[in-house]
């Protein structure tokens, strides 16, 4: 009797922990895009937004850990640890899980380089960090995937509330950074502007647009 | 050995944290991009020097002596 | 380091200051009879560069001796290139010395390429109707006599302003745009395709090819001291003729630019980067940096230009500065800002009636722009605009009452029309 409580212990951590992963990476994305896009939050500095989606991509990373552990730990279905980092190896659910390992060596490689950033080459985290986009919807299929749990009631909402959120700032950002004005255009728009009379302090159009 | 603070002008965006995390060096020009004194950095402001390196989200920076590889 | 050649060549290379020296049109037969093949001896021509004290003539002047040091000694295989690109588009004489004696730059490729160990080279130059045709010849010919060591590619420089900088030929080498780069690591160590890149002006290749047959005292019998050796000056007189003039470091602007004959204005040295210079004075000055730097000015890349009477200096540089802000890369945010601030700005200033604040947001932009961006484009602009502040300062008064004394307003100095470059004119 004490096993099968253990074992629903378990498997309820696993599931507990997952929607909260999935809300803190929302919440992370989120902040990452408002750092891209040099927004702020009211009242913070800027490093402070920087800082909050450092931080709380760190707490993702705790829960994303006892996720993964607590289902690998759980003896009622047999969910190997190699499963959980090598994708669709699993003997349950091997799509849906191998999805969960897809996104999480994602994550995992986001997070290192992040950790390391300042000594690795610039394009190279960037590049890495790119990842994230990626990361993101397959960690949110898993979770549709794995278990009937967000496909009704609260989590649903829930689940629904985050994904639209994620997505409607991305494809801004992805929109932003595909209109951009190209490098060569920016000096066209400058210059237009200043000519207009605009040569006042406002910064010239393509400013801020990261390369 | 004291280092200093440099911007890669490139890279960087105006994003503006290095004159949050480090006053004490960097300012910002009327269009929101750093100016950076040349003094060199004491060992007193390292720890803020490096902050700024680190947080930048442009990865712009670099203290000379400390080679990036791009 | 080696005895002068053993085949025959014209007096005027053995005599001290004899001139041209550079300058003379041969095709390979005759520069094979003038000089003979490149004097290969290794990394020993490194010590007599440095005897001859021969300095970059690309407009940064720095000593040829340490580029090819550092490269040389990087320690691992390197890459040479020479940098033909003149983008500058009131200076001819890269273009000239291209045409007039390819092989003469050529050689000194060779001779720097086995200086510094590189097996590969590249000839970086303008796309100008004929000349790379030229070039192309003048390297088969090369090839089918056995003369280079090293293979030579050439390479087409799109018509920028910046195309021709440093790290901009760099990247354009390795398959990039033709914009520059941050210069850490800096090119000697990092440059085409990884490797430790020497990028060398094709007049300081031709130098070096001569500098390897006759020494470094043969070198320095011409110039000064402090600024041995020969030069090529585009000189741009007032009555509108251009010449490619070879000539010792130190002659005398006046006596370059006929100025006695030719009465100028005003004189521009050092092209659009560099400085104004009232007729009178830049009339003794010397065309050397000893002498130019107390100025204000500069060699550069070696072109006067004098303004005539009856011209307008304002209405001359404000299409200069427009085109300098029209050539930003448009990657560094102060210069990318601050460049057409300063070109509307200077434009109405000389304009009748311009606010009164002007002068101080044109003080105020330029010293934000300057040292503050990955090349020296916003640096060279700012010292352009300062100069034109100081030398037109009469004229600019007139023109804030509406008048100008010019009798002609057709443009004098070239400048291309330019439309802001779309990505693909960088490649």
């Known amino acids: ?34 750092v891209n896009r040099q927004g702020r939050l009211p009242g913070l500095p800027r490093f402070a937004v920087t800082g909050l989606h450092r931080n709380l991509s760190l707490i993702a990373v705790v829960f994303v850990a006892v996720h993964v552990v607590s289902a690998v730990a759980d003896s009622y279905v047999s969910i190997s640890l190699a499963a959980a980092v090598i994708p669709f190896v699993s003997s349950y659910e091997p799509f849906w899980l191998g ?113 | 050995m004291s280092e200093q603070l440099r911007v890669n002008p490139i890279a960087c965006t105006g994003h503006g944290l290095c004159a949050e995390l480090f006053p004490e060096r960097v300012i910002l020009d009327e269009w929101g991009y750093p100016v950076i004194s040349p003094e060199p950095i004491p060992a007193s402001l390292r720890k803020a020097a490096r902050r700024a390196v680190t947080d930048c989200p442009a990865l712009a920076l670099l203290l000379s002596g400390h080679q990036r590889a791009r | 380091m080696t005895a002068p050649h053993a085949l025959p060549r014209p007096d005027r290379h053995a005599r001290p200051g004899g001139l041209p020296r550079l300058l003379e049109a041969m095709d390979l037969d005759a520069h094979l009879a003038a000089y003979g093949p490149p004097p290969y001896g290794g990394r020993q021509l490194i010590g007599v560069v440095v005897a001859a004290g021969l300095t970059g ?158 020494g470094a005292s043969w070198f320095r019998a011409a110039g000064t001291s402090a600024e041995p050796g020969t030069m090529l000056a585009t000189c741009r007189r007032a009555d509108g003729t251009v010449e490619v003039v070879e000539t010792a470091i130190g002659t005398p602007l006046g006596e370059l630019l006929r100025l006695g004959e030719l009465p100028a204005q005003a004189v521009l040295v050092g092209g659009y980067h560099g400085t104004w210079l009232t007729s009178v004075h830049a009339a003794a000055l010397p065309l050397a940096n000893a002498g130019l730097r107390p100025a204000g000015a500069a060699v550069g ?69 300057e ?32 008048q100008c004394s010019a009798t002609s307003h057709r443009p004098f100095f070239p400048v291309p029309a330019g439309v802001p470059a779309s990505q693909a004119d960088w490649t």
Request: charged letters at 15%; a positive charge; aromatic letters at 6%.
């Open chain 1, 1 to 34: 009797m004490s096993g099968i409580t253990a074992s629903t212990a378990l498997w309820y951590a696993s599931r507990a922990t997952g929607i909260t992963s999935l809300v803190l990476l929302s919440a992370v994305v989120l902040l990452g895009i408002t």
């Open chain 3, 57 to 214: 003539r690309g407009g940064a002047g720095f000593p040829a001796a340490r580029k090819l040091t550092a490269v040389a000694e990087a320690g691992r295989r390197a890459v040479v290139v020479g940098n033909g690109a003149e983008s500058e588009p009131a200076s001819r004489k890269d273009k000239e010395l291209l045409w007039t004696a390819p092989h003469l730059v050529l050689d000194g490729l060779q001779l720097a390429a086995e200086a510094v160990g590189a097996t590969r080279a590249y000839l970086y130059v303008h796309a100008q109707p004929g000349l790379h045709e030229q070039l192309g010849s003048a390297l088969a010919a090369r090839a089918a006599a056995g003369l280079d060591r090293a293979g030579v590619q050439l390479m087409s420089a799109p018509p920028r302003f910046l195309a021709g900088e440093e790290s901009a030929v760099v990247s354009r080498i390795n398959g990039g745009p033709a914009l520059p780069r941050f210069k850490v690591p800096p090119v000697f160590r990092r440059g085409v395709a990884g490797a430790p890149t020497l990028v060398q002006n094709v007049e300081t290749l031709a130098h070096l090819a001569q500098i390897a047959r006759y």
């Open chain 3, 371 to 402: 040292r503050r961006g990955a090349c020296h484009h916003p640096d060279g602009s700012v010292r352009f605009l300062r100069s034109t502040l100081a030398i037109f300062g009469t004229e600019l008064t007139a023109h804030a009452r509406g």
């Open chain 3, 301 to 369: 890349a070696g072109l006067i230009a004098a303004l005539p009477y009856g011209r307008c200096g304002v209405a001359e540089a404000v299409r200069v500065v427009r085109y300098l802000a029209v050539e930003s890369a448009g990657q560094c945010g102060p210069c990318l800002n601050g460049l057409p601030r300063i070109a509307a700005g200077l434009a109405e200033l000389a304009a009748p009636r311009p606010r009164p604040r002007l002068r101080a947001d044109l003080e105020r932009w330029a010293g934000l722009v």
């Open chain 1, 99 to 211: 999805l969960g390992a897809v996104s999480l060596d994602l994550l995992v490689a986001v997070i290192v380089t992040s950790l390391v950033r300042s000594r690795i080459p610039r394009r190279a985290w960037r590049a890495v960090h790119w990842l994230s986009y990626g990361m993101y919807p397959v960690a949110v299929v898993h979770s549709i995937g794995s278990s009937t749990d967000l496909r009704s009631g609260w989590r649903l909402a829930v689940t629904v509330s985050c994904v639209a959120a994620v997505a409607g700032a991305a494809v801004f950002r992805l929109r932003r950074s595909l209109m951009a004005v190209p490098r060569s255009g920016r000096v066209a728009s400058a210059l237009g502007e200043a000519a207009g009379g605009l040569a006042d302090s406002r910064p010239a159009a393509g400013q801020g647009r990261p390369r």
